[in-house]
Protein backbone atom coordinates (compact mmCIF):
# COMPACT_ATOMS: atom_id res chain seq x y z
CA UNK A 1 0.00 0.00 0.00
CA UNK A 2 3.07 2.19 0.57
CA UNK A 3 3.72 1.89 -2.87
CA UNK A 4 0.25 3.31 -4.18
CA UNK A 5 0.05 5.82 -1.69
CA UNK A 6 4.08 7.12 -2.92
CA UNK A 7 2.82 6.88 -6.66
CA UNK A 8 -0.26 8.55 -6.35
CA UNK A 9 1.18 11.60 -3.71
CA UNK A 10 3.56 11.67 -7.40
CA UNK A 11 0.57 12.25 -9.58
CA UNK A 12 -0.88 14.30 -7.50
CA UNK A 13 2.03 16.77 -6.85
CA UNK A 14 2.72 16.27 -10.51
CA UNK A 15 -0.92 17.71 -11.55
CA UNK A 16 -0.96 20.07 -8.89
CA UNK A 17 2.34 21.30 -8.73
CA UNK A 18 2.41 21.28 -4.92
CA UNK A 19 5.45 19.85 -3.01
CA UNK A 20 4.37 18.55 0.33
CA UNK A 21 0.98 16.09 0.58
CA UNK A 22 -0.32 14.64 3.43
CA UNK A 23 -3.45 13.15 4.42
CA UNK A 24 -4.94 15.90 5.25
CA UNK A 25 -3.95 18.27 1.56
CA UNK A 26 -7.01 19.17 -0.04
CA UNK A 27 -7.49 18.76 -4.11
CA UNK A 28 -9.00 22.49 -4.13
CA UNK A 29 -7.21 24.01 -1.94
CA UNK A 30 -4.06 22.63 -3.68
CA UNK A 31 -5.31 24.23 -6.79
CA UNK A 32 -7.49 21.21 -8.14
CA UNK A 33 -10.33 22.16 -10.53
CA UNK A 34 -12.44 19.78 -12.49
CA UNK A 35 -10.72 19.48 -15.23
CA UNK A 36 -7.68 18.21 -13.40
CA UNK A 37 -9.64 15.74 -11.87
CA UNK A 38 -10.32 14.62 -15.23
CA UNK A 39 -6.55 14.83 -15.95
CA UNK A 40 -5.62 12.43 -12.35
CA UNK A 41 -8.43 10.29 -13.27
CA UNK A 42 -6.99 9.46 -16.09
CA UNK A 43 -3.85 8.82 -14.88
CA UNK A 44 -4.57 6.87 -12.33
CA UNK A 45 -6.64 4.53 -14.42
CA UNK A 46 -3.60 4.16 -16.38
CA UNK A 47 -0.94 4.41 -14.25
CA UNK A 48 -2.34 2.13 -11.63
CA UNK A 49 -4.70 0.12 -13.83
CA UNK A 50 -8.21 0.40 -11.73
CA UNK A 51 -11.65 1.76 -13.05
CA UNK A 52 -11.83 5.57 -11.06
CA UNK A 53 -13.40 9.08 -12.06
CA UNK A 54 -13.22 11.84 -11.87
CA UNK A 55 -16.42 12.44 -9.44
CA UNK A 56 -15.21 10.45 -7.03
CA UNK A 57 -11.86 12.39 -7.12
CA UNK A 58 -13.91 15.49 -5.87
CA UNK A 59 -15.92 14.09 -3.55
CA UNK A 60 -12.93 12.52 -2.02
CA UNK A 61 -11.50 15.72 -1.88
CA UNK A 62 -8.42 15.00 0.61
CA UNK A 63 -5.38 12.80 -0.12
CA UNK A 64 -6.34 10.62 2.28
CA UNK A 65 -9.93 9.78 1.28
CA UNK A 66 -8.30 9.34 -2.10
CA UNK A 67 -5.77 7.18 -1.05
CA UNK A 68 -7.57 5.32 0.89
CA UNK A 69 -10.79 4.64 -1.93
CA UNK A 70 -7.27 3.96 -4.80
CA UNK A 71 -6.08 1.23 -2.34
CA UNK A 72 -8.82 -0.36 -2.08
CA UNK A 73 -9.15 -1.43 -5.84
CA UNK A 74 -5.54 -2.49 -5.67
CA UNK A 75 -5.48 -6.30 -6.01
CA UNK A 76 -2.97 -7.64 -3.10
CA UNK A 77 -0.82 -9.52 -5.45
CA UNK A 78 -0.42 -5.74 -6.98
CA UNK A 79 -0.30 -2.97 -3.75
Known sequence: MADVNSRL????????????????????????T???AVYLAA???DRLRIEIDAIEI???????ELAALVG????????
Do not use: K
Not at 72 to 79: D, K, L, S, T
Open 72 to 79: GRIPEEVA
Open 58 to 64: VTHRTFG
Open 34 to 36: SVV
Open 9 to 32: AALWTELLGCEDVTEDTDFFESGG
Open 43 to 45: EIQ
